[in-house]
């Protein structure tokens, strides 16, 4: 089967220069795949300009002629950016012309556009951003990372349900983990929200094994981590914020002198190992799930090999049918926490 | 003036073989610190037996039978645990024996016991953890990291209080820079509660600087972060987590071959620098705020460097009244919000 990703190619911070090299990756990578690349049909084509002709015919450009800033409200881009690449991007997986679509763009304006014009399966409100993080062991799967706060213990119950559905498609795990992040201090143990929603995994067919702390997101020793987006995301950030002090003041020891300089050198293959091995850019491509469709979020400063990682995330999502499984799933699951 | 220290010598996960030492050492430090030591006299006069008797002079034993369990429930420990090292050490400040306890046990237990013992300040309910934060500028204080979840507009304002005191008196920072923890995504910038907290803010006298979000937690750009304790708790263990990931698999690197093995050697300063800069250790030492009294946890993990780096927050906090000041602060702030 062939499979056809729309990518919003003026998005992130680097737009065409970026999203373009990347799709040109992704297509000589999977053979069979399609792209429609969205944006300023100018820009686009000066980009495409020194592409393979073999490359070029699998992809098509889709004009449009506005583009969402990073900083723009999402509300006034839903009004007014109806001709935006991102829009038209979204557009395109709602008319069935793409099976998927990427953008680098606007998170909120993103979420806000896919809501209104794909809708969210039954029994969801709101899509939930459920990201990989990386770790030493299995890959876990973490939602929600920001759309939601203030979440009822039935939302994240849902956030659990999808994110098992994404484990169960995505990484071929049979009656994957699930987990609730919680704080371990004995005198509270959680609050009210996770303990009633414990309660509801407890008696569901999930595979639920119980609490795990902050630490246990980098531990790969659970398949699927839920927790509320305001949670969700300063986890995600304190963790960036946390790799990148490291990153600096590595990089200012090691200039400091020219014996330490010389340090680096030796070090270099393994610091290069350790940077490739923890590189956030190999975890690119956050999935919004609960939508009637497939939209894949790659971080804004993605560089190419970032965002075809991104367009990697599409692919298998699409190609294990990802919203109608959790659409099925949902189903069933709500079904039972509904019957007496 | 002499300043008279509580140590909780059977706590930690290496008791008095770390508490021992580590109270040697800062003896060694303070010419003038007095310290008591509360624990198993016997265990502890044996840790003693090679002490100069020049610090040993400055050292009393308090005898303290029982000991409080790292899991044990906290309102167990409060009931049956009268007798422990921790609930004596927390007894001394009462009584006036101690300007300042410390303790490296369980965390839930603390809280319990010193607010049963020593109350909490007017206008306070629970005390919240606050730690400082590593980072490539200024220390930032961070709190609540885990005494409170669900807080209210009204406790997290009783938070900024208290850390905007705190930096005072401990950074002798003039009016200090009050952050709040929040979440950038466009749609919904944040929940209800950190948005009532910031009109709170706006309205005091604290110098409020707006939202920030969670990588800005090791930036060093603010003075005081305030948060949910859920939140925070998160926040610091992922921080943790991320910080272990990214060490482990550096040593694995450094330990693939023979060439990569060679690069540790010449790079050994540099990554002695960078542990040491980034080291949990040297920020060890949280403050348990809204107390009538000053109490001071340290990790459960702490080695010698590290408990005595506690027990220089103590000293620090004694010698800066930091109770006193935060009374004062509330009664000030907490007057002036209650008026029309």
């Known amino acids: 089967m062939t499979t056809i990703i729309g990518v919003d190619a003026m998005s992130g911070d680097h737009g065409p ?16 795949l399609q792209l429609a690349l969205v944006g300023d049909s100018e820009q686009l084509n000066h980009e495409l300009k020194n592409a393979s002709s073999a490359l070029r015919q699998r992809l098509r450009i889709e004009h449009a002629a506005q ?15 109806r001709e935006s690449s991102m829009r038209k991007a979204i557009d395109l997986v709602k008319e069935g012309q793409v099976h998927a679509c990427i953008s680098a763009g606007n998170t909120g304006a993103l979420m806000a556009m896919a809501r209104f014009v794909l809708k969210t399966l039954p029994g969801i409100d709101r899509p939930a951003i459920c990201a990989t993080m990386p770790g030493l062991g299995r890959p876990t799967h973490v939602l929600d990372l920001g759309a939601n706060v203030d979440s009822s213990s039935a939302e994240l119950f849902r956030f659990a349900v999808m994110g098992a559905v994404l484990a169960e498609a995505v990484d071929h795990r049979e009656n994957p983990t699930v987990a ?30 119980g609490f795990v702390e902050g630490n246990d997101i980098f531990r790969g020793v659970v398949d699927v981590i839920v927790c509320d987006g305001f949670v969700g995301n300063v986890a995600l950030k304190a963790s960036e914020g946390v790799a990148r002090m490291l990153a600096d003041i590595a990089r200012e020891e090691f200039k400091r002198s020219l014996l330490s300089r010389l340090g680096a050198l030796f070090a270099m293959p393994a610091l290069r190992a350790l940077r490739k091995r923890a590189d956030p850019r190999s975890y690119n491509g956050a999935s919004l799930l609960g939508l009637r469709g497939i939209v894949i979020k790659s971080h804004g400063s993605a560089d190419r090999m970032s965002f075809a990682h991104a367009i990697d995330v599409a692919i298998i999502e699409v190609e294990n049918r990802v919203p109608d499984r959790i659409n099925n799933r949902l189903e069933e699951l709500l079904a039972h926490l509904d019957s007496p």
Chains 1, 2 share one sequence.
Request: glycine share 4%; net charge negative.
């Open 17 to 32: 220069s970026v999203t373009v090299p990347a799709s040109l990756s992704a297509l000589a990578k999977h053979p069979t």
């Open 180 to 209: 609730l992040l919680n704080i371990g201090e004995e005198e509270i143990k959680g609050n009210d929200c996770v303990k009633q929603t414990a309660v509801l995994l407890e008696q569901s067919s999930l595979n639920y094994v």
């Open 67 to 81: 583009v969402v800033e990073m900083h723009e409200k999402p509300s006034v881009a839903l009004r007014a950016k």
